[in-house]
């Protein structure tokens, strides 16, 4: 996309990457658990330079009532980018991006979530993109399974998310917007670290097999930073001083 500069090096002789970071260093991750007092759970992260909000509700009855499932309750995700979120005003109309994710999003959380507790309920996730950077799904999905755990929602484990990928033939940590553009592979992923389990992988891009299993570790690896920042934003607002 427009602005990016062509002769940028991605990874220099140093091994350090265009904007300062090691190959197995992810950006500056901030997660807030709570914030909006009219939704039932909520949290706010800052994963580099992406800002993302979002609110929970629920578990609650499901409007037309025909969508309800009488076994289980049904999880419903909503991935929205604010049309300032990126440098070229955005359409506020969901795009099939937005649609994409919206899918992706929810159906790596459902693996988590206690959905047979609560049959003929619905419980719905907001997500708003405030800014975005590249990496918004995985630091929607970190964002999104805190907001559930604020709202009381049982859950199996939480999703921890973040990518990895491929520049300049070398498999790194936590894929920017300009070394998604430029590199050669990015491949988000959402992981259950206490299950070891994954339920979020894409690849775009080319690896070789070898390539490709390194990336899934170092992905699962970022994964497991996020669990703990996640945890520490639980921690923190229910037994520290950052409760509201
Ligand atoms: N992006 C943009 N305009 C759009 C959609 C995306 O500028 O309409 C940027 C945004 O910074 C986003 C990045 O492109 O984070 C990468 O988007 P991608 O579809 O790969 O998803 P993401 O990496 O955010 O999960």
């Known amino acids: ?13 140093n091994g350090i990457r265009c904007d300062g970071r090691k190959v197995d260093e992810p950006r500056r991750i901030m997660i807030k658990a709570g914030g909006l007092k009219n939704a039932d759970g909520s949290a706010y992260i ?22 309800s499932n009488t076994d289980t309750g049904i999880l419903r995700v909503r991935y929205h980018m604010e049309p300032f979120s990126v440098g070229e005003r955005k359409n ?4 099939r991006r937005e649609i994409e994710i919206s899918k992706v999003i929810k159906e790596a959380l459902e693996p ?10 619905a419980v719905d996730v907001f997500i708003e993109v405030l800014q975005a950077d590249g990496g918004t799904r995985c630091a929607a999905l970190s964002a999104a399974s805190v907001a559930l755990a604020d709202a009381g929602i049982p859950m199996r484990d939480m999703v921890a998310a973040c990518a990895a990928g491929k520049v300049a033939d070398t498999i ?4 920017n917007n300009e070394e998604d553009q430029a ?13 070891e389990k994954i339920t979020l992988l894409q690849l775009d891009g080319v690896l070789t097999p ?10 699962v690896d970022g994964c497991k930073i996020v669990y703990d920042i996640q945890k520490k934003a639980l921690q923190d607002k229910y037994f520290g001083n950052g409760a509201d």
């Open 210 to 219: 070898e390539e490709y299993k390194k990336c899934v570790q170092v992905g």
């Open 92 to 95: 506020p109309a969901p795009s």
């Open 172 to 175: 790194v940590l936590d894929v």
């Open 183 to 195: 590199g050669q592979a990015d491949m988000p992923i959402g992981y259950m670290p206490s299950l």
């Open 112 to 121: 988590a979530v206690m959905l047979e507790k609560f049959p003929r309920t």
């Open 46 to 67: 800052e994963f580099g330079d992406n800002k993302i909000l979002v609110g929970v509700f629920g578990p609650r009855d499901v409007h037309p009532k025909h969508m």
């Open 1 to 13: 996309m427009g602005g990016r500069d062509a002769t940028m090096v991605l990874l220099d002789e």
